[in-house]
T-cell receptor, first 112, second 115 residues
Framework: QQQVKQSPQSLIVQKGGISIINCAYE??????FPWYQQFPGKGPALLIA?????SEKKEGRFTISFNKSAKQFSLHIMDSQPGDSATYFC???????????FGRGTSLIVHP | EAQVTQNPRYLITVTGKKLTVTCSQN?????MSWYRQDPGLGLRQIYY???????DKGDVPEGYKVSRKEKRNFPLILESPSPNQTSLYFC??????????????FGSGTQLSVL
């Protein structure tokens, strides 16, 4: 059973556009929602994270929007750049668990 | 430089031949873990460790063993590898902030092929 559903599986945007990746979850015990960025040949790296007590968190061009009632959260990449081309994973963690649940990943390609 | 180091980077082996993938971190993190990444399935946790001599199963532990004899090292052992263990493996560590493993630092991965 997939506990965190991520979409789309792949995404192509033009340079300067907005990239949007969505995740939905079922487990209401999740209370920490990180996003990881993975470049080819590298391990994932923490990009940005949010807790459910806020609806939005912004770090530079990257923003997480969180909708607790809908059990959804999304990553927005403003002014997308070719250097943002990577695979993005959303994840969720619940209190008392040390096993993060990852989405299946989104391959983002930003064309110059 | 703070990092998680995995070795080897690539490994080809045959069914049943025991192998070990090493993982070492230099950040004094309490928490370490192993993941496998398969196309279309994302990252799935195999085992994790909260500290020396403390290990526990993740979501997909079958066919794997781990040990944590030193804080910095967390090797992954496949005693009798099978072709369905062909995958990309990642080791990760995290400080425990308020008891939570919220910031994972990943190694560069080990691509394992079992023939």
């Amino acid at each position: 059973q997939q506990q965190v559903k991520q979409s789309p599986q792949s995404l192509i945007v033009q340079k300067g556009g907005i990239s949007i990746i969505n995740c939905a979850y079922e487990n209401t015990a999740f209370d920490y929602f990180p996003w990881y960025q993975q470049f080819p040949g590298k391990g994932p790296a923490l990009l940005i994270a949010i807790r459910p007590d806020v609806s939005e968190k912004k770090e530079g061009r990257f923003t997480i929007s969180f909708n607790k009632s809908a059990k959804q959260f999304s990553l927005h990449i403003m002014d997308s750049q070719p250097g943002d081309s990577a695979t993005y994973f959303c994840a969720a963690l619940s209190g008392g668990s040390y096993i993060p649940t990852f989405g299946r990943g989104t391959s983002l390609i930003v064309h110059p | 430089e703070a990092q998680v180091t995995q070795n080897p980077r690539y490994l080809i082996t045959v069914t049943g031949k025991k192998l070990t993938v090493t993982c070492s971190q230099n950040m004094n993190h309490e928490y370490m873990s192993w993941y496998r990444q398969d196309p279309g399935l994302g990252l799935r946790q195999i085992y994790y460790s909260m500290n020396v001599e403390v290990t526990d199963k993740g979501d997909v532990p079958e066919g794997y063993k781990v040990s944590r004899k030193e804080k910095r090292n967390f090797p992954l052992i496949l005693e009798s590898p099978s072709p369905n263990q062909t995958s990309l493996y990642f080791c990760a560590s995290s400080p425990l902030s308020a008891g939570r493993n919220e910031k994972l630092f990943f190694g560069s991965g080990t691509q394992l092929s079992v023939l």
